[in-house]
Every structure is written in structure tokens, then in C-alpha cells.
């Protein structure tokens, strides 16, 4: 599972309360991903992060933020969750260099937002 | 914008049966493209492929990329019910990220 922990596994949420998802790492990877996954859309990226404080967009990004406060832990934050946010939630580090670079996942965050 | 599209959405077939799941891409700077098996949890790695007309196998499953087509396929030979899952197609982009495809959802019949 490349030392990736994610918590919660599932939630149940309210329209407009905050959320925070944690993935943790434990092998000190760099690079650190969160995607969502909906019915006929594959997975999405939503934030990446390719170190300590830094981060980037990825193409579904609005309405959610990140935080990486250390190499470990990245946080992915809905500010006020909305049922489109509904979806399942992986995160992922990147493993390999020099043109051999994969993802790895984690188990997944179900994320149900009433 | 970078895309990747996967055929077909959804394939149901007979246990025995041998499979090939479609992958075409458009990319602005190719680096590699990566497939990856769904089954209930996360997405398992499968093969990473950069060169074009080399063959990946790991069992019963290959495959192979497509440069001048912009394209790669996944063979599946004498599919078993285990086999069943969501295979997914991704292009690597800078920052090591990934763009993946929809999905093809397999389903193996006994």
C-alpha cells in the first residue's frame, strides 16, 4: 500500500460544514496527490503538493483547499462541502524518478454530503 | 488541454474469453502512459509504457503502445472471474501527475 493511510474511510456530512481529509505517508515521499472519483468520470485531480508548503491546482480544484504542513500529512479541506462533493476521495504519492515515475493510491475516503 | 479516452465504457464476457480494453490519448508532450486495475478499493499499478511497439506482460495480461496512433491496448488472455474490475488508462504529465481516462468497467461471467 506504499505507507499511505487515509482517514476517515467514510463520512457522512451536512450541506455546508467543513471537512478536512487526512492522507498520511510514511516513506517521505515528495510528491503527494488528492483525486476524486465519480461514475464516468475516471479519477480527477482536485490539489497536488510537491513539498512542505508547496502546493498546486489540479483541474477540479474549486471549492476544495490543501495544507501540507509536513512531508507526512496532506490535508484536503472542503470549506463548506455541497452534494456535488459527494464522491470517493484517494490520495497518492509518486514513487520513482527519470522518466519512471508512478502513483501509488491509497484505500479511498467515501465521502457522502447530505 | 491533455485527454485521454477509454473504449469501451463497459465490457461483460464469459470467463475464458480474451479481452483487448482500448486507450487513446492527446497529449501535448508524451512522457509515458501507465495502466492501472480498480477492483473495490484503489486503483492497482499494472504496466507503465513509453516506447512505442514494446510489449508489457505480466501473466495473462499485456500490453502495448501505439505512438504514431496515439493509442495503447490491454489484453486480457483466458480472463478469469478475478479479472472482473475497472481498468484505468493515464497519461503522465509534468509534476508526475496523472490525467486518467473514464474507466473501462470488465465484468467476467462464470
Known amino acids: 500500500d506504499a505507507g499511505i493511510t487515509q482517514s476517515p474511510r467514510h463520512k457522512v456530512t451536512e450541506t455546508g460544514t467543513p471537512v478536512t481529509l487526512r492522507c498520511h505517508q510514511t516513506e517521505n515521499h515528495r510528491y503527494m496527490y488528492w483525486y476524486r472519483q465519480d461514475p464516468g468520470h475516471g479519477l480527477r485531480l482536485i490539489h497536488y503538493?510537491?513539498?512542505?508548503?508547496?502546493?498546486d491546482k489540479g483541474e477540479v480544484s474549486d471549492g476544495y483547499s490543501v495544507s501540507r504542513s509536513k512531508t507526512e500529512d496532506f490535508l484536503l479541506t472542503l470549506e463548506s462541502a455541497t452534494s456535488s462533493q459527494t464522491s470517493v476521495y484517494f490520495c497518492a504519492i509518486s514513487e520513482g524518478q527519470g522518466g519512471d515515475e508512478k502513483l501509488f493510491f491509497g484505500s479511498g475516503t467515501q465521502l457522502s454530503v447530505l | 488541454e491533455d485527454k485521454v479516452v477509454q473504449s469501451p465504457l463497459s465490457l461483460v464476457v464469459h470467463e475464458g474469453d480474451t479481452v483487448t480494453l482500448n486507450c487513446s490519448y492527446e497529449v501535448t508532450n508524451f512522457r509515458s502512459l501507465l495502466w492501472y486495475k480498480q477492483e473495490k478499493k484503489a486503483p492497482t499499478f499494472l504496466f507503465m509504457l513509453t516506447s512505442s511497439g514494446i510489449e508489457k506482460k505480466s501473466g495473462r495480461l499485456s500490453s502495448i503502445l501505439d505512438k504514431k496512433e496515439l493509442s495503447s491496448i490491454l489484453n486480457i488472455t483466458a480472463t478469469q472471474t478475478g479479472d472482473s474490475a475497472i481498468y484505468l488508462c493515464a497519461d503522465l504529465q509534468g509534476a508526475q501527475k496523472l490525467v486518467f481516462g473514464q474507466g473501462t468497467r470488465l465484468t467476467i461471467n462464470p
Open positions: 503538493s510537491y513539498g512542505v508548503k508547496d502546493t
